[in-house]
């Protein structure tokens, strides 16, 4: 497709269940982002993908938040063991890698944990 | 740390009023500077951007100017409409860190 791809686009799962968030890049973009947006705060940088250097997990918030990315393109962001202040929508975000970078994001997953 | 500081919303303007949206950063080096966008129901979308100081970046009637000595890149509107109600993020990256470092947002309502 043209844009970052995100699915699904609206997740209600109980408190304790694992959930997995999937985003599609923009072909040819070899920088894969997961950033959380919660509700009435910024955004908060989740992971990072370049290539096949090893990922910046420095934004993990927890041992229960984990990505992997296949073949340098879909990723997908895993949460063990949801609570309820995992609520917040991920974005999921693509670039090249250049000086003055330009990032284009995807619409995002909103995650309700009940 | 490298951090953004942006003006806190909400800020509600009529149709046709000026806008502005104070932005202030810190940062080791010398980062690029971004306005995002993010329009009811949407997901955040680039507006401009600026890669060194006094560039001046500009879309859809909107500029901001990379003000080195003040570490600032305010984002100003002349004559704002309905349509550019929206939440409006600043962010900067450091060109070895590629990273965006995000304010938290100006929620900006025009009012007809």
């Known amino acids: 497709g043209a844009g970052v791809s995100q699915s699904p686009s609206n997740k209600v799962t109980e408190k304790g269940k694992d959930v997995e968030l999937r985003c599609d890049p923009i072909?040819?973009?070899?920088?894969l982002y997961w950033y959380r947006q919660s509700l009435g705060q910024g955004l908060e940088f989740l992971i990072y993908?370049?290539?096949?250097?090893?990922?910046?997990k420095s934004g993990l918030p927890s041992d229960r938040f984990s990505a992997e990315r296949t073949g340098g393109s879909v990723s997908t962001l895993t949460i063990q063991r949801t609570q309820q202040e995992d609520s917040a929508v991920y974005l999921c975000?693509?670039?090249?890698?250049?000086?003055?970078?330009?990032?284009?994001f995807g619409e995002g997953s909103w995650l309700t944990v009940v | 740390g490298d951090s953004v500081t942006q003006m806190e919303g909400p800020v509600t303007l009529s149709e046709e009023a000026f806008l502005t949206i104070n932005c202030t950063y810190t940062?080791?080096?010398?980062?690029?500077l971004f306005w995002y966008v993010q329009y009811p129901g949407e997901g955040l979308q680039l507006l401009l951007k600026a890669t060194k100081a006094d560039d001046k970046g500009s879309n859809k009637g909107f500029e901001a100017t990379y003000r080195k000595e003040t570490t600032s890149f305010h984002l100003e509107k002349g004559s704002v409409q309905v349509s550019d109600s929206a939440v409006y993020f600043c962010?900067?990256?450091?060109?070895?860190?590629?990273?965006?470092?995000f304010g938290a947002g100006t929620t900006v309502t025009v009012r007809a």
């Open positions: 993908f370049q290539g096949n250097s090893a990922p910046d």
């Open positions: 072909s040819g973009h070899t920088a």
């Open positions: 962010a900067l990256s450091l060109y070895n860190d590629y990273k965006l470092s």
């Open positions: 940062a080791t080096g010398y980062p690029s």
């Open positions: 975000a693509s670039s090249i890698p250049s000086s003055g970078n330009t990032i284009y």
